[in-house]
């Protein structure tokens, strides 16, 4: 071996290292940022947005405010208007529950949906329900408002309705209530109910106003008020049909349960407090 032969050998080993030493380096300065980037978590994004509640898909508050999920019946305006997300009582009780420092997102749902989830906790509270609803683990505030609930027919079917027993007995004619009727109405409508084949239910009460002028071949039972709200929207499109309104049944107060009792306390407080402001009546 000549000694510039091992002189090359030398150079290119030292130049070997050399390059290996930065490697190192820089495997060095990365590594404790890839580290600190773990422990610390999945980035987030601060651009994100609003957070979501899960039930209503509507954005939610990140402030300190109380926000409650309270479920209401589907469209039944002047109650309930779902489309746009107001109505008496979606009004009502946010009024109320505002008195206290909350906010309510409305979900709306059928009644006995709404008192499954309430039960769950998947909603704060809901309503409305009457005397005779199931409500067991929930907190039922005071009266809020009472419904007055009739039996419609058509003046042309000269019907002479008085009683339950006449309401069992019509000739063929479909009874059509509103959706949960027998849980609302009372044991002794049930037992009508299922006395009669010709009974059913419908949750859309526009939809069973309609069928009852534009099919002509049932009475109803509703609310007088969402009957006179639909019955004004028919006639302006140029469908008056003459009607007989049957009061057979006493008004019926109506309530909203919560799953907290605090919950309850505040609703019943505001409720004292528009009673005593005139709130109540001018809403």
Not at 24 to 40: E, I
Request: charged share 20%; hydrophobic share 45%; with cysteine.
């Amino acid at each position: 071996m000549t000694f510039r032969g091992y002189s090359v050998r030398r150079v290119a080993a030292a130049m070997r290292g050399m390059v290996l030493c930065a490697v190192l380096a820089l495997v060095c300065a990365v590594a404790p940022g890839v580290a600190s980037d773990d422990a610390a978590g999945p980035a987030t994004d601060s651009a994100a947005g609003p957070a979501t509640d899960p039930v209503t898909g509507l954005a939610t508050d990140a402030d300190a405010t109380p926000v409650l999920r309270i479920g209401f019946s589907t469209s039944s305006p002047p109650y309930v208007d779902m489309v746009n997300k107001a109505g008496l009582e979606p009004v009502l009780v946010a009024a109320a529950l505002a008195k206290s420092g909350y906010r309510i997102v409305p979900v709306f749902l059928p009644h006995a949906r709404a008192l499954e989830l309430a039960r769950k906790g998947t909603l704060d509270g809901c309503g409305p329900v009457g005397r005779h609803t199931d409500v067991a683990e929930l907190a039922v505030g005071d009266m809020y408002l009472r419904y007055s609930n009739v039996v419609v027919s058509l003046e042309a079917a000269g019907l002479d309705i008085c009683s339950l027993a006449d309401l069992r007995d019509l000739r063929g004619l479909a009874v059509t209530a509103f959706h949960n009727a027998r849980v609302f109405m009372g044991p002794e409508f049930a037992a009508m109910a299922d006395a009669n084949p010709h009974y059913e239910e419908q949750v859309d009460q526009r939809a069973q106003v309609e069928a009852f002028f534009y099919r002509r071949d049932r009475v109803i039972v509703v609310d007088e008020r969402i009957f006179a709200f639909h019955r004004a929207r028919l006639a302006a499109r140029g469908v008056a049909v003459p009607v007989r309104i049957h009061r057979i049944f006493p008004p019926q107060d109506r309530f909203f349960a919560f799953r907290d009792p605090a919950v309850r306390d505040a609703f019943n407080t505001g409720l004292r407090t528009l009673r005593e402001s005139g709130e109540y009546s001018r809403i």
